[in-house]
């Protein structure tokens, strides 16, 4: 992928996730928020193109990334991109308590391989227009395709009926965490 389209996708999820409480609760909040959501970007797309799929429509409006379970190893380069994941944005003082945030998600994860929707946006000036439903459509055709389950998390509420609208069904609600998680499973 090129760094015009990464360029555009960091874009578009930044537009898309700025109030976000889970992707907030990972971004050290000070004065350099948006270099460190920048980074969480930058850090999401590595993971996606190494061990899942990164998309972006044709049009750059919208996008998202998925990884496959099955494929998620540990390297050399993840792990770099993580020790960077940590300097870069989740800042030092806090990587344990975002290290037990994942650990309790993880918790719920299905046991056998399945999709994990990391990220799903659309430029807030294109949404409404179905431009997430199509991205949706594909993701779960893709899936099916593999025969997988596919599994998201959100902390979103007008989400909620997007997902269940496509046949999503709520798995746990987390509420530990200073907000509440919402984990669906299709």
Request: net charge positive.
């Amino acid at each position: 992928m090129n760094q015009s389209n990464k360029n555009d996708i960091i874009n578009i999820l930044t537009d898309s996730f700025q109030n976000n409480k889970s992707t907030n609760f990972v971004v050290q909040q000070d004065s350099k928020r948006a270099k460190r959501f920048r980074s969480l970007i930058e850090y999401s797309i590595f993971h996606g193109e190494k061990f899942g799929e990164v998309f972006l429509s044709e049009d750059k409006t919208s996008c998202y990334i998925i990884l496959d379970t099955e494929k998620k190893k540990l390297t050399w380069s993840s792990l770099i991109w993580d020790l960077r994941l940590v300097l870069k944005c989740i800042g030092i003082a806090r990587v344990i308590k975002v290290m037990k945030r994942e650990a309790l998600i993880k918790s719920h994860h299905p046991k056998k391989d399945f999709i994990h929707l990391w990220y799903i946006g659309v430029s807030p000036a294109k949404q409404g227009e179905g431009k997430g439903t199509k991205l949706m459509q594909k993701i779960i055709d893709k899936a099916q395709s593999q025969n997988k389950k596919i599994f998201l998390e959100t902390s979103t509420q007008r989400n909620f009926k997007f997902y269940e609208s496509f046949g999503f069904t709520e798995v746990v609600t987390l509420d530990q965490l200073g907000y509440s998680l919402k984990m669906f499973s299709l």
